[in-house]
């Protein structure tokens, strides 16, 4: 599992560096990376990660729709400020399906870590939902998931992709700051949207 290991983490850095960029082929590496990551989550028993997977291909499609529809002239996609009464509804929701998954996966499976594993898909999904919307707050909570997802793959010996998710808090950190450059070059482009 290991070489499969090292591919999605390849593949995921890929397209985290991608996204930092602002540069929409992101989405499609990053379709590459879920399938890989996909199969590594069953084998380790992290059923909501591999749910998460399944999800995140979905939101890949959408986010890629989506940017291609705001590109500036340079080719990279333009940032949005997202509004706060949307950032609370979005967290109340992110809150809302970690319960929910959490509960399902303690009662009906024999998931490893069912709720803390639960609370990092239900709040990646609002990230990946941000960052296909094209928020700049997408970058402040993949840093705060990212932090977590290290110490969970310590745990379950999935090194590679604990180093995988450090480095991602990296790319995070890089993605915002050149993020909130964009934004602030441009800030009367974007309106606050959902």
């Keep these: 599992m ?61 986010g890629w729709l989506r940017w291609l529809k705001h590109l500036g002239r340079d080719g990279r996609v333009q940032v949005a400020a997202l509004a706060p009464g949307r950032l609370a509804a979005h967290l109340a929701l992110g809150l809302a399906g970690a319960l929910a998954l959490g509960y399902a996966m303690h009662r009906w499976t024999d998931a490893a870590l069912p709720w803390l594993d639960a ?10 939902w941000w960052q296909g919307r094209r928020h700049l707050a997408a970058w402040w909570l993949w840093i705060v998931v990212d932090v977590v997802y290290v110490g969970e793959y310590v745990y379950k010996d999935l090194l590679i992709t604990a180093l995988l998710y450090a480095g991602f808090v990296v790319l995070a950190a890089i993605g915002l700051r050149d993020w909130r450059r964009a934004r602030e070059a441009r800030p009367e482009a974007q309106p606050a949207i959902g």
Excluded: H, N
């Design 2 to 62: 290991d070489a499969v290991e090292l591919i999605g983490a390849a593949l995921s850095a890929w397209a985290v560096w991608l996204t930092a960029r602002r540069r929409p082929w992101c989405w499609p590496v990053g379709f590459a990376s879920v399938l890989v990551y996909g199969w590594i989550f069953i084998d380790a028993r992290l059923y909501s990660d591999a749910l998460l997977q399944a999800a995140f291909a979905g939101l890949i499609v959408y």
């Design 119 to 128: 609370a990092l898909t239900a709040f990646s999904l609002v990230a990946q």
